[in-house]
């Protein structure tokens, strides 16, 4: 049961514009959401959290979107530039007795072209 | 200061020898945790510990697998009578702890090939 999915395996944008990824959630029961980015050979690098009491949490070029009622979160990077170009994946944590249980999906490969 | 380090970084083992995977969490940090990372496939949670709570094992596959902590630092994970599906990156991760870090940082990883 996939409580997470990432449903593009891969997007490119050119260097400059915007690159959206996406991901949606069936546990009702998550309420912090988190994207990491992962570049070959090394361990997933936090990049920005929003808990599910907030739409929005923005830091620098990277913007989280949350929509709770269709269980939809988005990334939102702007604007685009070549480093970024990593696999992002979006997890999730349900708190309670999941405290500390992250749950991930499968990831986006993300390819900037100069 | 040092992140998280794991070793080794590749281990190749025949199908049935046991393993043993070691995670160094960063200085500081009261909660650690494995995830595995299966070809194609995004993060799967393994088990988690937190100070000196009982672990939360939930994410083990088969009692083939286990893990300890050693004086709230060094974990290892040990996995026994290996089998080819446990061939994946095995990533460990440390955090603060507390339920807004959810920034867990994470090692290199170790690539477990069983043949």
């Known amino acids: 049961d996939q409580q997470v999915k990432q449903n593009s395996p891969s997007l490119s944008v050119q260097e400059g514009r915007i690159s959206i990824l996406n991901c949606d959630y069936t546990n009702s029961m998550f309420d912090y959401f988190l994207w990491y980015k992962k570049y070959p050979a090394e361990g997933p690098t936090f990049l920005i959290s929003?808990?599910?009491?907030?739409d929005k949490n923005e830091d620098g070029r990277f913007t989280v979107f949350l929509n709770k009622s269709a269980k939809h979160l988005s990334l939102h990077i702007v604007p685009s530039q070549p480093g970024d170009s990593a696999v992002y994946f979006c997890?999730?944590?349900?708190?309670?007795?999941?405290?500390?249980?992250?749950?991930f999906g499968q990831g986006t490969i993300l390819t900037v072209h100069p | 200061g040092a992140g998280v380090s794991q070793s080794p970084s590749n281990k190749v083992t025949e199908k049935g020898k046991d393993v043993e995977l070691r995670c160094d969490p960063i200085?500081?940090?009261?909660?650690l945790y494995w995830y595995r990372q299966s070809l194609g496939q995004g993060l799967e949670f393994l088990i988690y510990f937190q100070g000196n709570s009982a672990p939360d094992k939930s994410g083990l596959p088969s009692d083939r697998f286990s893990a300890e902590r050693t004086g709230g630092s060094v974990s290892t994970l040990t996995i026994q009578r290996t089998q080819q599906e446990d061939s994946a990156v095995y990533l460990c991760?440390?955090?603060?702890?507390?339920?807004?870090?959810?920034?867990?940082?994470f090692g290199p990883g170790t690539r477990l090939t069983v043949t």
């Open positions: 200085s500081g940090h009261t909660a």
């Open positions: 997890a999730a944590n349900a708190g309670g007795t999941s405290y500390g249980k992250l749950t």
């Open positions: 929003i808990s599910s009491i907030k």
């Open positions: 991760a440390s955090s603060l702890g507390g339920r807004t870090s959810g920034e867990q940082y």
